[in-house]
């Protein structure tokens, strides 16, 4: 029997591209098991955006390849965007791996297997990868069945200095109207509930495509089209939030009112450096305008400190804005140079005790906010989507309210109440956390 161990690292956008293989390899006989030792096949799906991202794919590889020492006959496979990245170097720093597939084929993986010789080889197209899938690609979602992604671009035009996208996904590549209709009808089938919407730029989404297509428009096809509940949105560009998509946001309840706006920096010197194309007066007026369309939206956003030339009056600047904005959720990231980027070009570089510093300072502001902010939520009755039993304790449920994003936000602890997973349920808080809520199931006759 064919059987497969599978490891998926990085975002959702890379979860995606994990779904189409392990789908593919469904198809060709495998069977997916949860203990390495059974599996004839071990594969890693990479990420090799940043430098730590690297590193812990070379972890998962190096820790499967072990279970391949106590089992010969196993193939170890590696897939993604670390292989897009480094390419033939890979075949010499890591002579354990069977089989090396890039983004321009992993969904042809059983194919590949098939062919494989018993010499290590790689099979991708030198450059950046020009591959997009379409609905009639098929997608083994992972679990929980009751929610899903829908990736909508690939690639990215903004041309970030610090970024290494680009080269590694190629240029802006969307998809149509009509083909991600069908696809969003397809997972309501199989019971999705929660739907978020991806791209490395969701609101780039149609500018190559020689039509009407925006993302104003996409999810007004959506919205039409399907019963899906709740619509999520992911990755949208600061400069290219326009009044229409707020507008709708603010008059369609299914799609959630929460925005994830990477906003990287506020400081104009270092948003320039980066090749950002906005400044600082576009952010607070972006923030002014979601809070006057949409006022109870949850923004997420994520700054960088360390930028090459950054100075402690960029980082104060930073620290003033982010009170004065008082977002939901902000995640931190320490500068790192990419080799081949630009901005591993730019003098002025920051130590390293200096960017942990900095860090520390942002995180420690954006902490204090989050509480605060949370406390809104106690004794108001939100919509929750369960997700299960809780991991912290199995008295415990474990739910999101809209205001929460899979894997990457808090969540609601549910105290008392008789749901399943995948239910919608109303949800009366009680108790607020830097990061997590905590909640009670109301009755209908409560509710009511």
Not at 173 to 193: C, K, N, Y
Not at 318 to 337: I, K, P, R, S
Request: net charge negative; glycine share 6%; charged share 25%.
């Amino acid at each position: 029997m064919k059987t497969l161990y599978m490891v998926s690292l990085g975002c959702p956008k890379n979860l995606v591209d994990s779904e189409v293989m392990l789908a593919a390899l469904e198809q060709a006989g495998y069977a997916v098991v949860e203990d390495p030792n059974q599996a004839s096949l071990l594969l890693v799906n990479t990420c090799g955006f940043i430098r730590p991202a690297v590193e812990e794919a070379i972890d998962a590889i190096l820790e499967l390849a072990a279970y391949k020492d106590e089992h010969p006959e196993q193939l170890l496979v590696v897939a993604g965007c670390m292989v897009q990245r480094y390419g033939d170097n890979l075949l010499a720093e890591l002579p354990e791996v069977d089989l090396f597939v890039g983004l321009d084929d992993f969904s042809d993986i059983a194919r590949l297997l098939e062919r494989l010789t018993p010499e290590p080889q790689i099979v991708a197209r030198p450059g950046s990868a020009a591959y997009l899938m379409d609905s009639s690609v098929a997608r083994r979602i992972s679990a929980p069945s009751f929610r899903s992604y829908l990736k909508i671009t690939e690639g990215c035009d903004n041309q970030c200095a610090y970024c290494m996208i680009p080269s590694i996904r190629g240029r802006l590549r969307s998809r149509t109207i009509d083909d991600l209709v069908t696809e969003a009808v397809r997972l309501q089938e199989t019971g999705v509930r929660e739907l978020t919407l991806i791209a490395q730029d969701l609101t780039a989404y149609g500018r190559d495509l020689h039509d009407e297509a925006n993302l104003v428009a996409l999810l007004g096809a959506l919205l039409q089209h399907t019963d899906i509940p709740w619509f999520r949105l992911l990755y949208a560009y600061p400069a290219s939030v326009t009044d229409g998509l707020l507008q709708l946001m603010a008059g369609q309840p299914r799609i959630l009112p929460y925005l994830d706006i990477p906003f990287q920096h506020v400081s104009d010197q270092v948003l320039r450096a980066m090749n950002r194309h906005y400044r600082r007066d576009t952010l607070d007026d972006l923030v002014r305008r979601i809070r006057r369309f949409v006022p109870d939206c949850a923004v997420r956003t994520t700054m960088m400190v360390g930028y090459p030339g950054e100075t402690e009056a960029d980082v104060t600047e930073m620290v003033e804005a982010l009170q004065a904005w008082q977002l939901d959720h902000v995640g931190v990231f320490q500068y790192q140079d990419e080799d081949g980027s630009r901005a591993a070009q730019l003098p002025d570089k920051v130590d390293d005790d200096e960017k942990e510093a900095r860090y520390q300072q942002v995180m420690t502001t954006q902490a204090a906010i989050s509480e605060q902010r949370q406390q809104r939520f106690v004794g108001r009755i939100e919509p929750v989507l369960i997700e299960g039993v809780s991991e912290e304790s199995e008295l415990l449920l474990e739910g999101r309210s809209r205001f929460q994003a899979p894997e990457i936000d808090g969540c609601v602890y549910i105290t008392s109440g008789q749901v399943h997973p995948g239910d919608i349920v109303p949800v009366r808080i009680t108790e607020a956390h830097t990061y997590d809520l905590v909640g009670e199931v109301v009755n209908d006759q409560e509710n009511s």
